[in-house]
């Protein structure tokens, strides 16, 4: 083959020439629907883990006697390392080969959760979380790579959206799972679970991938460009991490923001100078491409950040044991594995652009209906709310997954999936930070006052300090060997500031997802889903 047609031009009787020849598919290996199995159970391994953990926390919390701060960096150093690393990642794909990439995303990955596990340390399950995110963003572009070159335009959308159930499935399952284990074994179990499905996982994808690589991939690197991305994206979040300890007009927050600024403008004045760029910027030309990342962004900040606090309402408002909390969420599992595939077939039959604003609109409703949430409230009047936001998420994890793919050339599809999955850490980690500093300033306000108002002797500023931290997570500071009427009175007041500071955050969630349905009008089907694989068979 000696065509050097790109894809952007490439028409659909064309599609196997975008593609170097792999060998032919025989039996199981190279397969659309088995690489689909087969990347669903890495991905899997990916997505639980960005929430199962959040249902542990409070055992890892209590276990290793870490503070509110600790239990944040358990999620944030994960989320750090994924969005610092995935466009990365994603290129490393593209240059050396997707199936090579996702062998190795799922081992490390494996590896990373069982030095968890062996953890003794707060120090030390950062550590190797940060390892699982540096893993997992070599993993999930790999993932989307494969499919976007295994499968045929017509069957593309449909495997993405079995691909965006089974993200969907697992991100909203991962506090059930996690409570079954975390009540029944212990919180390293939700780690060590990982060890059997990566190994399953390299198993299958040693017998079944076939490496798929587009005839014009990068065959260089742009190691400047690396550097200066990796620097902005490290700068931009480590600053939304540290904003709510630093304050968000500390000196410091805006330094980290400023420097985060500064790498993204050279990183853009570099990648018009370079020969093979990390990012070419044309990309973001597409308007509905670059909609679909923003669009990530703003569905991670309502979802991610919204569930931090959902898992401490449950069990230390409603006093939920772990497996309690989540069953509690079933309705929001079972609405995305159901929602996942008839959002793929409603997009494939009519475009993305609807789907996805219906979705985020109800999103919107679920984050507000949230926000009503309080001590008193029943277990079905949550589960409506959970179950429309599972209904909300469902087209949208689908959807802005195949705009970005779709709309991106056939040689940059690595890069593409890691623009789509960094859009989602950043959100999640913007999301923590910025709906944890909401929670912590309305707490701050509040406690004082509430405190007082019940009648409870005043504090000094150490205790204060102390009780505000305890009552961002729900937790009521009753002091060993208070009155029984003291300390229920304690409680009250704890419960009901935690409450309003979770209320104000579901709607601030609220406006983002509404900000969201607007982004989302600009929204379109891939133009370049033609350029998939035309090999193999289905």
Known sequence: MTSQTTVDTTGPGDKASALSDPAPAKGMRGHPWFTLITVAVGVMMVALDGTI?????????????????????????????????????????????????????????AAASGAIGLSDSIAMVVTFRVFQGLFGALLMPAALGLLRATFPAEKLNMAIGIWGMVIGASTAGGPILGGVLVEHVNWQSVFFINVPVGALALVLGTLILLDHRAENAPRSFDILGIVLLSAAMFCLVWALIKAPAWGWGDGKTWAFLAGSVLGFALFAVWETK??????????????????????????????????????????????????????HLLPLTGMMIVGSPLAGAMITKAGPRIPLAGGMALTAAAMFGMSTLDTGTGSAT????????????????????????????????????????????????????????????????????????????????AQSAQASEAVQVGVAPVPKGVPAEVAAKITSVAHDTFISGMSLASLVAAGVAVVAVLVALLTKRGANAEAGAGVGHI
């Open 53 to 109: 953990v959040a249902i542990a926390n409070p055992a890892i919390q209590k276990d290793l006697k870490a503070s509110f701060a600790d239990v944040q960096w358990i999620t944030n150093g994960y989320f750090l390392a994924l969005a610092v690393s995935l466009i990365t990642a994603g290129k490393l794909g593209d240059r050396f080969g997707h199936r090579q990439t996702f062998l190795i995303g799922v081992t490390g990955f």
């Open 274 to 327: 370079v020969k093979e760029p990390l990012i070419p910027l044309g990309l973001f030309r597409s308007v509905p491409l670059s909609a679909g990342v923003v669009l990530m962004v703003l569905m991670a900040i309502a979802f991610l950040g919204g569930l931090f606090f959902v898992t401490f309402y449950l069990q230390n408002v409603h006093g939920l044991s772990p497996i309690s909390a989540g069953l």
């Open 382 to 461: 949550m589960s409506l709310w959970f179950a429309l936001l599972g209904l909300g998420l469902a087209p949208v994890m689908v959807g802005a997954t195949e705009v970005i793919v779709g709309n991106a050339p056939m040689e940059l599809s690595g890069v593409a999936g890691g623009l789509q999955q960094a859009a989602m850490q950043i959100g999640g980690s913007l999301g923590t930070a910025v709906l944890g500093a909401v929670m912590a300033s309305k707490v701050d306000n509040d406690l004082a006052g509430n405190w007082k108002d019940a009648g409870l002797p005043p504090l000094t500023a």
